[in-house]
T-cell receptor, first 109, second 113 residues
Framework: AQRVTQPEKLLSVFKGAPVELKCNYSYSGSPELFWYVQYSRQRLQLLLRHISRESIKGFTADLNKGETSFHLKKPFAQEEDSAMYYCALTQGGSEKLVFGKGTKLTVNP | GAGVSQTPSNKVTEKGKYVELRCDPISGHTALYWYRQSLGQGPEFLIYFQGTGAADDSGLPNDRFFAVRPEGSVSTLKIQRTERGDSAVYLC???????????FGPGTRLTVT
């Protein structure tokens, strides 16, 4: 069965430092990978998806099929990046999202 | 425009009671999803509608859970004989379908006492 693993429950960095939120997946096919973000008292929203290859709010994520990873990176973290981040995938032909347990990122001043 | 809305925002019920949770998707979105998020977990898929029909209900945990979308817009998630383990945030999302971006509602926090 498909699975998404986010090994860090909590991650704390200082403003201006690089940040990397890890995501590994297990799926035998060709999944589509996503990062969703939930800011305090806001609803869950899409941050980026691997097929679009966009950089959103300075974040990027590269799909590494060899390592089955989709880590989220930002070179210089900002305080407003503090939020809950969820990695997710959809399997080929299915619309349902499979989420990891999430990583709470705190960016300290 | 208006996003996905869910009512009620909070629901407290007693064990054994029946509850209904409502989702109003974004106008024109043909696909609608229900997820459940327990404390400390990511959202877990329950059911997906394309139009009026349930295209995938593989995530419903048991036959106490049922969802409908009779006119292809508003959806209702129904839970019979609630149990304390049903306590969670129930999330609804909608999309244009065909692997479009899913837009999430604010969720309904269900507490079963």
């Amino acid at each position: 069965a498909q699975r998404v693993t986010q090994p860090e429950k909590l991650l704390s960095v200082f403003k201006g430092a690089p940040v990397e939120l890890k995501c590994n997946y297990s799926y035998s096919g060709s999944p589509e990978l996503f990062w969703y973000v939930q800011y305090s008292r806001q609803r869950l929203q899409l941050l980026l998806r691997h097929i679009s290859r966009e950089s959103i709010k300075g974040f990027t994520a590269d799909l590494n099929k060899g390592e089955t990873s989709f880590h989220l990176k930002k070179p210089f973290a900002q305080e407003e990046d503090s939020a809950m981040y969820y990695c997710a995938l959809t399997q080929g032909g299915s619309e349902k999202l499979v989420f990891g347990k999430g990583t709470k990122l705190t960016v300290n001043p | 425009g208006a996003g996905v809305s869910q009512t009620p925002s909070n629901k407290v019920t007693e064990k054994g009671k029946y509850v209904e949770l409502r989702c109003d998707p974004i106008s024109g979105h043909t696909a609608l999803y229900w997820y459940r998020q327990s404390l400390g977990q990511g959202p877990e898929f329950l059911i997906y509608f394309q139009g009026t029909g349930a295209a995938d209900d593989s995530g419903l945990p048991n036959d106490r859970f049922f969802a409908v979308r009779p006119e292809g817009s508003v959806s209702t998630l129904k839970i019979q004989r609630t149990e304390r383990g049903d306590s969670a945030v129930y999330l609804c999302a909608s999309s244009l379908g065909n692997s479009g971006e899913q837009y999430f509602g604010p969720g309904t926090r269900l507490t079963v006492t």
